[in-house]
T-cell receptor, first 116, second 108 residues
Framework: GAVVSQHPSRVICKSGTSVKIECRSLDFQATTMFWYRQFPKQSLMLMATSNEGSKATYEQGVEKDKFLINHASLTLSTLTVTSAHPEDSSFYIC????????????FGSGTRLTVV | GQSLEQPSEVTAVEGAIVQINCTYQTSGFYGLSWYQQHDGGAPTFLSYNALDGLEETGRFSSFLSRSDSYGYLLLQELQMKDSASYFCVFDAGNMLTFGGGTRLMVKP
């Protein structure tokens, strides 16, 4: 089945630094990938939709200058959290659906970001 | 806008049957999906309903009534490993909207 690889799984960074998270579709091409954020004991909230070769679409309230998304190829999307602050500490998850498949999205294993 | 409502927590015993309900409001509809997420893990796809009726996949079944804007996930022969969060998810075809999630605790 479709596999989405997300790295790193955990990262601790200092306040004010930037962190890059990678999301790769390993055995399929994905023109669209999605980035979610999940706070403890809460649901997944869509942050942005990443489109290959074009600008990402951000959800209301998500700062596009802070959360930079690059979808440079059909198998790779990256999310960079710039000038991270403790309130950005969260679980970040990407997902994609194989363009040819019927139902169901495949999710990456998530990245636990802790900003200290 | 879109919204999905589901209970926040459900507790059941091993071997039992549990039903997790989901009601939704949306201006357009493609389908209702269910995802399972264990603590610290990624959501995994369980089932999808685009049409009214029951979809069965092993111990899990999902039901949809579009006229009632209602669906449910039925888990049978509960096992300890079923303890997880379950999300009903509105599938608009090109994006997902997650409900708040139901935390299922299975006790011996």
């Amino acid at each position: 089945g479709a596999v989405v690889s997300q790295h790193p799984s955990r990262v601790i960074c200092k306040s004010g630094t930037s962190v890059k998270i990678e999301c790769r579709s390993l055995d399929f091409q994905a023109t669209t990938m999605f980035w979610y954020r999940q706070f403890p004991k809460q649901s997944l909230m869509l942050m942005a939709t990443s489109n290959e070769g074009s600008k990402a679409t951000y959800e209301q309230g998500v700062e596009k200058d802070k959360f930079l998304i690059n979808h440079a190829s059909l198998t790779l999307s990256t999310l960079t959290v710039t000038s991270a602050h403790p309130e950005d500490s969260s679980f970040y998850i990407c997902s994609a659906r194989e363009d040819r498949s019927g139902y169901g999205y495949t999710f990456g294993s998530g990245t636990r970001l802790t900003v200290v | 806008g879109q919204s999905l409502e589901q209970p926040s927590e459900v507790t059941a015993v091993e071997g039992a049957i549990v039903q997790i309900n989901c009601t939704y409001q949306t201006s357009g509809f493609y389908g209702l999906s269910w995802y399972q997420q264990h603590d610290g893990g990624a959501p995994t796809f369980l089932s999808y309903n685009a049409l009214d009726g029951l979809e069965e996949t092993g111990r899990f079944s999902s039901f949809l009534s579009r006229s009632d804007s209602y669906g449910y996930l039925l888990l049978q022969e509960l096992q300890m490993k079923d303890s997880a969060s379950y999300f009903c998810v509105f599938d608009a075809g090109n994006m997902l909207t997650f409900g708040g999630g139901t935390r299922l605790m299975v006790k011996p």
